[in-house]
């Protein structure tokens, strides 16, 4: 199996073992008081569901076919599933072949193994399609049922059977329905169990996205499995709280990432086409949340089409946002700002800025989130100039270094986060509160915001301002750090380390110039963009980007450092676009 070794924990590993146990309880002391009661009863439960008997309580009546066979239109990656063919699989981002024992491999995380058990990589299958893909999908379902017939704590947590139910149900034609009469009745029979089990536990202390993609499959089984009305009527009364909970008053979603922006317009149009299969009135609730969701979308779109790259994810390829937004249907305008979500697009001539001006996503909901407070991203056209550095599943040694400040094109003060990160979210001290002011004037922009983030530590309130001039070619910045004005934590007159970050996306080159007041950045058509700076040291150093589905990439970044101390500090810095030399005649 190629992975890590895994060796056995020593002495050196109990301080590491007593910080994860503390960074657990900690969680859930963070976690508001319903969702945290909600997850200690379903570890209370899980003793009674390992009992024989539990079983025998989910058993009823087989289905010999599906009421409905819901569509799983998104597609898939022909070579990864040529990969399962031969006995590697990618979850979580990282590669396993020919993990043993299959559904439970030694020296992988939990995660990795969640992943495998959702059975989304049957879209990899069918994507390569043939009947070699169609008996290698089958006999994978053949291996699940026969090795976890039972509840186990692993294959059938909460936060995967809905997945699971969503991936066998989506793919059932492909796989399934030209399958012997045995195996369909085995499937069968395990699904209405799982969706059983998963009305009664839901929502088990889950919360933001995996709690609606969970959803999600309870209402496809019930809606899809006969006689199971009580299931998908179960599964709307749970999709109603959350979708009043999840969305936000302008489309967003509370977690605050556009790539779960995304996965959250997928699971809505999925369920849609759901209901209009079994001729069933789409809710209205259902409905308002699509055509709410939509536009939001379309303002963290970048210029090829994908999205930014906020609060975790990748760039996403611009067709696949483009299919989603097909789904869901209505053209629909492209909002300026989203103020309850806390994001603002600034557009003019070619130049397209999308900022993070909002607070961190809130406790429960912080699975995802970065500390990127302020953190802005810039297109030119279809090219990609600043960046953040983005985010990829599992990460690997990269998992907490993508989501720190210093990972994003904003200010960094003495090297800490503007907002405290642990392994289940943002949290620990006061989390930072963001404002933001903006004006508009004959295609003119301008964007005035501050976070707090950093006034526990040190005393001091980090201000932006960013001015984006009507033909789009002058981007100019201000960045201010001043006291808080909080008598309980003054700021210290020791002089403090900060770093502006400005990370460039891979394919752009950056040069100083000999005198080392500016830097030339140079896109891929061959755009030049001058960057200068004041009240600040002007470098240039590497950076990685982790925001496409491939391998991390190297990169580079302009950094802009200096020295605060209990008084103000100002920078300044201005992008602008260079023109082009004219031809001597």
Not at 340 to 363: N, T, Y
Not at 504 to 521: F, K, M, N, R, W
């Amino acid at each position: 199996m190629v992975t890590d070794s895994l060796t056995a924990p020593g002495p050196e590993d109990r301080p590491a073992r007593r910080l994860a146990l503390w960074d657990e309880i900690r969680a859930l002391r963070e976690l508001p008081p319903g969702l945290a009661r909600a997850r200690l009863r379903y570890l209370a439960l899980q003793p009674l569901f390992a009992m024989p008997f539990y079983g025998w309580s989910l058993t009823g009546r087989t289905p010999t076919a599906l009421e409905i066979a819901p569509s799983d239109p998104w597609p898939g990656d022909a070579a990864s599933g040529q990969a399962i063919l031969e006995g590697t699989f990618l979850c979580d981002g990282q590669k396993v072949s020919h993990p043993a024992p299959l559904w439970r491999p030694l020296g992988v995380e939990r995660a990795w193994c969640l992943s495998l058990h959702s059975f989304d990589w049957l879209r990899d299958l069918r994507a390569l399609g043939g009947d070699a893909a169609r008996r290698g999908a089958r006999d994978l379902v053949v291996s699940w049922l026969a090795d976890n017939s039972r509840w186990d704590s692993l294959a059938w947590e909460p936060a995967v059977i809905g997945r699971r139910l969503t991936a066998w149900l989506g793919h059932y034609d492909f796989f399934a329905s030209s399958a012997e009469i045995a195996f369909r009745h085995k499937l069968m029979a395990s699904m209405v169990q799982q969706a059983r089990h998963l009305g009664r536990v839901l929502p088990a202390g889950l919360s933001g996205l995996t709690l609606t993609e969970n959803i999600q499959g309870l209402l496809l089984a019930g809606l899809a499995l006969p006689g199971q009305e009580g299931l998908w009527q179960r599964g709307l009364a749970l999709l109603r709280a959350e979708l009043a909970r999840q969305l936000l008053a302008d489309g967003g979603h509370v977690e605050r990432s556009p790539e779960g922006q995304l996965a959250l317009l997928r699971h809505l149009v999925v369920l849609r086409s759901a209901f209009h299969a079994a001729e069933l009135p789409v809710p209205a609730d259902l409905q308002g949340a699509i055509e709410q969701a939509a536009p939001l979308l379309r303002l963290l779109r970048h210029g090829d089409g994908g999205l930014a790259l906020f609060n975790g994810g990748r760039a996403s390829a611009g067709w696949q946002v483009d299919m989603v937004l097909q789904h869901a249907g209505g053209a629909g305008p492209t909002l300026k700002a989203a103020p309850m979500s806390g994001f603002q697009r600034l557009q003019a001539g070619r130049s397209l800025v999308l900022v993070d001006a909002g607070d961190p996503p809130a406790a429960g909901f912080d699975g995802r989130a970065h500390a990127g407070s302020l953190s802005f991203e810039m297109s030119v056209g279809r090219e990609r100039l600043v960046v953040n550095c983005g985010a990829q599943p599992g990460g690997g040694a990269w998992r907490e270094a993508q989501r720190t400040t210093a990972a994003h094109s904003t200010l960094c003060l003495g090297d800490r986060n503007a907002s405290e990160l642990s392994s289940r979210g943002a949290g620990g001290r006061r989390r930072a509160r963001a404002t933001c002011r903006r004006e508009e004037s004959e295609g003119m922009s301008l964007l005035e915001m501050s976070h707090d983030g950093y006034a526990p530590l040190f005393g001091l309130t980090h201000s932006r301002r960013l001015f984006l001039s009507a033909n789009g070619e002058d981007l100019r910045g201000e960045e201010r750090l001043t006291p808080a004005g909080d008598a309980t934590n003054p700021p210290s007159d020791e002089p403090t380390d900060f770093a502006v970050r400005f990370h460039l996306h891979p394919e752009v080159t950056v040069s100083l110039t000999q005198s080392g007041d500016s830097a030339l950045l140079r896109l891929p058509k061959g755009g030049g963009w001058r960057f200068r700076a004041s009240g600040a040291t002007l470098a240039v150093e590497p950076s990685v980007y982790l925001g496409d589905q491939g391998p991390i990439r190297r990169s580079q970044q302009v950094v802009l450092k200096g020295r605060a101390r209990g008084k103000e500090t100002l920078v300044k810095w201005a992008l602008q676009r260079e023109a082009k030399a004219r031809p001597r005649r």
